[in-house]
């Protein structure tokens, strides 16, 4: 069987401006912080999760019910949107990032 | 009966009432032969290109653009537990229950797009479990891993192919639910075997944009005929709760966690991520797959359940609330084509459920115990475990264990318990190692199953709610209690967190 890509391991990493050989990476010299989906992933993630505690335990636990629609049903689906547009806002974040680190790479 | 299924059914009293049943058989039982047909030719069209090499067979070689793959993904993620479950939700539960049901799915979509498309797809793999074998360099963990998606996979089958039955049962009553669930099986089992992911990829495509019009088809009808605010209303004056919920709260939390969670441990939204053409496709089609995902079943899961409620608040099973509507408004053809859209959310499931359980059984298990199969030998090996995947669930699904959206939750709960550790937070946390992996794996899957056997808990769903923690807990004591990551895992875990947004396409010949 060929070699899946998954084997094809490019060993070498842009690391201030040189090029570092990834065999002699340390553990304190792998950072994920500034990767281009690391602030839009804790952003979004606080996005999703915040509202959905406030949206959904709020009326399920505090709320009376009463007749009719109830609150639990509009907050629900609230959330949707909320977790919907925070995917867009990822989307975007992400791109940006990705475009800017690029254009520094080649500058 | 068990605890918890006394309490599913306490506040779902159905069971004992109306069966809404197709007006004209024949014209309807011809679309949806044609509709099998269709998906067969399509298997058959790809047999060649599929067993071509590993990659076709696994993920399409790694192919799929952004136009086919936001369809495709969309097909896969509305399952028959969706397609019947949101409805069903609201019809059972009240409109309150499937709110949190439907936001929950899209917040485990986006957390599955935020976490792991991007870097999962970077590796260039053709499983998950062979991603978490890079990440963590362990063939350890690749073998836990596969062993639980194969168990997931399989188990997830059984509620789809439960849909597929009901679904002949209602086209076809003279044959009725145990002969549908085996045709349906035969068809699934023939094209997915044959055509592989390609197959899969394409028939999910036709599969995806038929079930965005056909949930649709019925939402007009309830309007016109009792209005926006009148089929809520008329809902509510033969339910009063279904403005609301019945289910308890903490039932709802725990439907609410799983779901967020569970998408990044369920196998075969993996192997559509590993499909994608890039890093970056798999990410987008993720976001507009969520787009379409809320407007279709806020659509749908609010008006449809609503004028099934107003027509008939006594159906037999939740389920039907779908069939209910259409049988009121719709004429044999459209039925037809209702229950060819119902085939459709089972088929885009069940066939990625087949390739993620075929490819974790005949790829991952196999490459991990050292047996050196050829491509050939592997994609017949893979087509055997999907007949035999599939009809040892379909003898299960003969006398399934409960309503169709509770018993995808039971299996979601699992993967999110066993799989969601390892797959996101390793993902991102360096400090994360094989032993923590497995760890995570082994103690989150054995707690919820512990947790469930023995009905701790009075409420269903409840379960996630300690079994994850428990889970996260593992992996983080198993990592810190044990060596840093290796040079090599690190060597990988910086490799799919790099930008690689150009095309990569993943083929025997690269």
Partial sequence: ?107 | MSVTESVMFDFLPLQSGVTPEVADSITAVGVVIAYFALMVGIGILYAKRAHASTADFWIAGGSVSLRVQVFAFFAAVVSGGTFFGIGGMAYGFGLGAMAVFLSAILGGLVFMMIFVAAPMRRAGVYTVPDYLKLRYDSANVRIVAALLFAVFSWAYLIPQLTAAGITVDFVLPNIGYSAGVFISTLVFALYVSVGGMWAVTWTDFIQGIIVIFLALVPVPFVIWDLGVGGSISTAIANNPSFGGTTAPGLFLIGLAVTWVLAPLGLPYFGQRILSSESDRVARRSIMWLSVVYLIVFGLMGVFVPAGAMAIEPNLADADYFYYAVLVEYAGPVVQGFGAAALFAAVMSTTDALLIALSASLSHDIPETLGMDLDEQKETWLGAFIIWVGAFTAAWIALSPPAIIGLMITLVAGGAASGLFPAMAIGTWWKRANAQGAIAAMLIGTLTYGGLLVSDVFATANAEVLVSVPIGIASLVVGSYLTDRPSSQELRNFQKFHRKQSTKQTTSADD
Avoid: C
């Fill in chain 1, 1 to 107: 069987m060929t070699d899946t890509p998954s084997e094809q391991v490019d060993h070498t990493v842009k690391k201030h401006g040189s090029t570092k050989d990834l065999d002699e990476l340390t553990y304190d010299e792998v950072t994920i912080t500034t990767t281009a989906g690391y602030r839009p992933m804790i952003g979004v993630t606080a996005a999703v999760v915040i509202p959905g505690i406030i949206l959904t335990v709020y009326p399920i636990y505090f709320h009376d019910p009463g007749n009719g629609v109830t609150l639990l049903t509009y907050t629900g689906l609230l959330w949707g949107v909320i977790i919907t547009l925070a995917a867009v806002v990822h989307e975007y974040y992400v791109t940006k990032n990705e475009n800017r680190n690029a254009a520094g790479e080649s500058a």
